[in-house]
């Protein structure tokens, strides 16, 4: 049975036990309590709800919690812009939601979570040995899982994971990530009149020095030597696909979703229509306007690609272009680890990666003397100045020839002025020899 409540002598005041309890009303005449630890926070308490209700702002306490809002959010979210909410975003929401933000903050109400909890939530995801504790955690929990999936269809029990080392240190990136459905979630429940305030609107994110290896950070593309063997040596059956990576520097996600209505092989501007990708085993439209572009295709790819559609067993306008030998989307892990795997390292590229194929193509785009725009646009880049800092060690790095100011007459010719020093002022009023131009 209850404690009962005696009154103080602060209106509206009680205790119960150990604790204090304050009575009020909403402004709907409704009568509510909520408890207090101490005295002084009863009474701010008692303060602080007799203004909300004064000035219309009151919102009741809601006992719901950060998890279970946070897991029906997360399957209706569509985002606050004007491109929506992509199926994949939403597959790293409940992941990070799921595996960081819940076991942290999933027990605390909505309405009980200040910037201070998300503060602290950062400090946890950027504490190496509190990360590392927790990866041991969930690998011991999705071992379990398996487990009993594995005694319920009958198969072979899994082994139990090794004990990792304690320190896991997450990148500034990985913090920053981990944030984002936080921010996202408690954004949608002030929107929805469930708290009053964002409290992780204003979340400081931590900006901590790192130590890079200079080589390492850099993009790397194939030598020339390199892409030849890699191309002879590559499976046949796979081989025109790599040659239609190397020569346009689409995307791996890109390549795998073509259809072969987004291939104009005729006329004279043959080339790739970017359209779509499959990211995550989802077919989606690419991320940006920019990845919509039209990329230029070679005469002699072009009759490569006419006859691999001939010789196709999947040829229709909607059918993949590189399919897997039932027609279905090929695997990007299996391409990976089955056929690109074993031609790099054949071809002394064992570093090599897709994303290697568009460093590639940029390489030699710039080396042809293509501007930043144009291979910002032929890559399908957000802007100019992503691609110049990705790929500006590509560039000449030297000053490269002097100036020729193409002057009529040589500098000791020139009339002279008045005093030692000509400056700014002492040009005023003096014309340069006029020079021709020519209408092309």
Not at 97 to 102: F, G, P, Q, T, V
Not at 255 to 274: F, M
Not at 413 to 425: C, K, M, Q, T
């Amino acid at each position: 049975m209850a404690a009962p409540m005696v009154q103080t002598k602060h209106p509206g005041i009680y205790t119960r036990g150990s604790r204090f309890v304050v009575v009020y009303r909403d402004t709907s005449g409704r009568q509510r309590k909520e408890s207090a630890r101490t005295l002084t926070e009863a009474r701010k308490l008692k303060a602080s709800r007799a203004t909300d209700v004064d000035r219309g702002e009151f919102q009741a306490s809601s006992r719901l919690t950060f998890g279970d809002y946070g897991a029906e959010w997360v399957e209706r979210y569509q985002g606050n812009g004007r491109r929506g909410f992509r199926e994949s975003t939403r597959d790293d929401y409940r992941r990070l939601l799921r595996d960081a933000a819940i076991p942290f903050l999933g027990r605390k109400r909505l309405t009980a979570i200040t910037p201070k909890d998300v503060a602290d939530y950062i400090g946890w995801l950027c504490d190496a040995e509190a990360q590392g504790h927790h990866a041991q955690e969930l690998a011991v929990e999705r071992w379990r899982a398996s487990v009993e999936a594995a005694r319920a269809s009958g198969r072979e029990l899994p082994k139990q994971p090794k004990a990792r080392d304690r320190a896991r240190t997450l990148s500034d990136s990985t913090v920053r990530n981990c944030l984002n459905p936080v921010r996202s979630c408690l954004a949608t429940a002030k929107r929805e009149g469930l708290i009053r305030s964002n409290p992780a609107a204003d979340a400081a994110l931590p900006a901590r020095e790192t130590v890079e290896d200079e080589d390492g950070e850099r993009v790397r593309p194939f030598t020339g030597e390199q892409l030849d063997v890699f191309l002879r040596v590559v499976h046949p059956r796979h081989r025109l696909m790599f040659h239609v990576l190397a020569a346009t520097g689409l995307r791996i996600s890109e390549l795998l979703a073509l259809q072969w209505r987004h291939l104009r092989l005729d006329g004279s501007a043959p080339c790739v229509r970017v359209r779509r990708a499959i990211v995550r085993g989802r077919v989606q439209p690419p991320k940006s306007r920019h990845g919509r572009r039209d990329v230029p295709l070679s005469p002699a790819l072009v009759d490569e690609l006419r006859a691999a559609r001939k010789a196709s067993d999947w040829s229709g306008d909607e059918d993949l272009v590189f399919p897997s030998r039932e027609g279905t989307a090929q695997l990007m892990e299996n391409l990976r680890r089955r056929v690109l795997r074993p031609a790099t390292e054949e071809a002394g590229a064992s570093w090599a990666g897709f994303h290697t194929f568009r460093h590639t193509v940029a390489s030699r785009l710039f080396a042809e003397g293509r501007n930043v725009k144009q291979v910002q646009r032929w890559l399908g880049h957000h802007s100019p100045s992503f691609t110049l800092d990705t790929y500006v060690h590509l560039l000449e790095g030297d000053l490269g020839e002097p100036l020729d100011l193409g002057l009529a007459s040589p500098p000791e010719a020139l009339p002279r002025l008045e005093g030692e020093a000509v400056g700014a002022g002492a040009l005023r009023g003096f014309a340069p020899p006029s020079v021709a131009t020519t209408t092309t």
